[in-house]
């Protein structure tokens, strides 16, 4: 069979099984199989896959048939145009997620100096690792309550060259970290237990997705505690979803919402 034949079959495959972006995950999962980059699957259509090949393609398009994450199966994500290793035992980047670092970035551009900022719930560090990358100025503390997902961040902080600005630390929420901040972010379990959630969404770590009061208590916390950890005229950036912000609590003295790329309040900015 040619490279454009399995694509094909494997499109229609995984339609079937649900998957809303099957030409998408079909491209990405053989360009994988085949070490090659997807536009090099039109180039080269119509070469012949050996059975080694096959076998190992199948065996990815039999993950994802299962719900599994493009990402886990390929070990890696794209997030803010840099390239993620991911595992398992974090959550994938999520597109979404860049308008919090965007903030963040345009927040270190207006400072104009030296900023530290902390990234409450780093998972695979993507936050801090594309603050950093993006604003030299900025030195980035990290922290999970996770050693394995630190253990992932850690090498994605190799991976970027940025050990001497981007520090892991591990403990729950600010406890971990040392001194104030400039800059807070996080982005912590938001979701509801009971949300109807996608199979390749609940494939996650359900501890770095779910949490109590209806997805508000670990938002809540951080909340609460932020005040003692920034430095005068710093800020709080943090993800959430619209169903929590009615019973949040923001001890600030303002605060405003960012909307993401669908047009959905998702980013929590507060200030004192």
Request: charged share 20%; hydrophobic share 45%.
């Amino acid at each position: 069979m040619t490279v454009l034949e399995v694509l094909t079959r494997a499109t229609g495959h995984l339609q079937k099984h649900g998957s809303t972006s099957a030409r998408l995950d079909a491209e990405v999962l053989l360009a994988h199989a085949l070490g090659m980059g997807r536009i090099d699957l039109y180039v080269r259509f119509d070469r012949p896959m050996s059975e080694e090949e096959l076998a190992r393609y199948r065996g990815l398009v039999a993950g994802r048939s299962r719900g599994e994450p493009v990402a886990y199966l390929v070990g890696h994500k794209e997030f803010m145009a840099l390239d993620f290793l991911v595992t398992p035992a974090v959550l994938v980047p999520n597109p979404d997620t860049e308008v919090l670092v965007q903030r963040a970035v345009a927040i270190a551009r207006e400072r104009n100096g030296p900023m530290r900022a902390a990234d409450v719930g780093t998972g695979s560090g993507c936050i801090a690792i594309a603050l950093a990358h993006y604003a030299p100025t900025v030195e980035v503390w990290a922290g999970d309550v996770s050693r394995e997902a630190l253990d992932v961040a850690q090498r994605n902080v190799d991976k970027h060259g940025l050990a001497g600005r981007v520090h892991l630390v591990e403990g729950d929420l600010l406890e971990p970290f040392p001194g104030e901040f400039d800059l807070v972010c996080a982005n912590l379990p938001y979701v509801c237990g009971q949300a109807d959630l996608p199979s390749e969404v609940r494939a996650q770590p359900a501890t770095a997705l779910f949490a109590a009061d209806g997805g508000a208590a670990l938002v809540s916390r951080l909340l609460a505690e932020a005040p003692r950890h920034l430095s005068h005229g710093g800020r709080l950036l943090a993800e959430i979803d619209a169903a929590i912000l009615p019973v949040l609590q923001v001890p600030f003295t303002g605060h405003k919402v960012h909307r993401d790329l669908g047009g959905r309040e998702r980013v929590l900015e507060a200030w004192s």
